[in-house]
């Protein structure tokens, strides 16, 4: 079983930026695939970034390339580097764990989640 609990969120101004972490607690954590994922009240759960174990391989949504960094350390945090923050960036961010190599962006493959953390753009 893996353990997450994410930090960072807050509210920003547009334009600012944010690094977001997830600490994971449990199992061997360097065997695992990491997302974040992001959702608002009344919607879906949407993907936002993903990294491999090893860290060499990093998948981001359209709307968030260029803008947000996905990294990870060998003691057991990922993080989400924010950049350039848009009122529409506002969301409950949501860091996931897979046990599997393979980068993917559905939800439904990833096992473990945390609470979240709150992310606030005001204009």
């Known amino acids: 079983q893996v353990q997450l609990v994410e930090s960072g969120g807050r509210l920003v101004q547009a334009g600012g930026s944010l690094r977001l972490s997830c600490a994971a607690s449990?199992?061997?954590?360097?065997?695992?695939?990491m997302g974040w994922f992001r959702q608002a009240p009344g919607k879906e759960r949407e993907f936002v970034a993903a990294i491999s174990w090893s860290g060499g391989v990093t998948s981001y949504t359209d709307s968030v390339k260029g803008r947000f960094t996905i990294s990870r350390d060998n003691k057991n945090t990922v993080y989400l580097q924010m950049n350039s923050l848009k009122p529409d960036d506002t969301d409950v961010y949501y860091c996931?764990?897979?046990?599997?190599?393979?980068?993917?962006?559905?939800?439904?493959?990833?096992?473990?989640w945390g609470q979240g953390t709150q992310v606030t753009v005001s204009t």
């Open positions: 449990g199992r061997t954590f360097t065997r695992y695939t």
């Open positions: 996931e764990a897979r046990v599997s190599a393979a980068v993917t962006t559905a939800k439904h493959d990833y096992n473990h």
